[in-house]
């Protein structure tokens, strides 16, 4: 009877422990997504942008790609605007989507020679997917071409 009492005794409490578990319950938990890191937008001339997208998020984490970047609009104002209010209060002019988006790190030309507004502000921001909004790039001046 003794011999029998170490047996169950160690499958009881190896039922308690595969029970018990050893990890969190439910489904898990997908890795926090973070909005991307800005883009280097560089004037090629005036109706181009020379764009190079980021390779990291603003934690620091690597990007896989980009899923969408889009140029912000805002007319002229009496003073410098930010980057973020470029992005919050102007309206969007251009969009650039996968698969014509090259991989993180890369270079891409955007030719706004079809955008038809008068003087005023620029800024480029990546979008993750999700369409997390990254971090706008610097605030570029976009001259109207009649000047």
Known sequence: MRSLSLPLT??????????????????PVPK???????CTVRAK???????TLPTTDT???PL???EAIRV?????????????????HGKAIFECRRPEIPP???????????????????????????NIAGVPSQVLPWVDPFF
């Open 64 to 66: 896989l790609g980009i």
């Open 59 to 61: 934690h620091g984490n």
């Open 45 to 51: 001339n005036l109706r181009t942008l020379e764009v």
């Open 104 to 130: 993180p790190g890369k270079m891409i030309t955007l030719d706004l020679s079809n955008c038809g507004h008068s003087t005023g502000w620029l800024v480029v921001v990546p979008f993750r997917i999700g």
């Open 32 to 38: 926090q997504q973070h909005p991307p890191a800005p």
């Open 10 to 27: 160690i499958s009881i409490v190896t039922e308690i422990f595969i029970s018990a578990g050893c990890g969190a319950r439910g489904n």
């Open 72 to 88: 912000y609009y805002l007319s002229m104002g009496t003073n410098f605007p930010s980057a973020l209010e470029v992005f919050q």
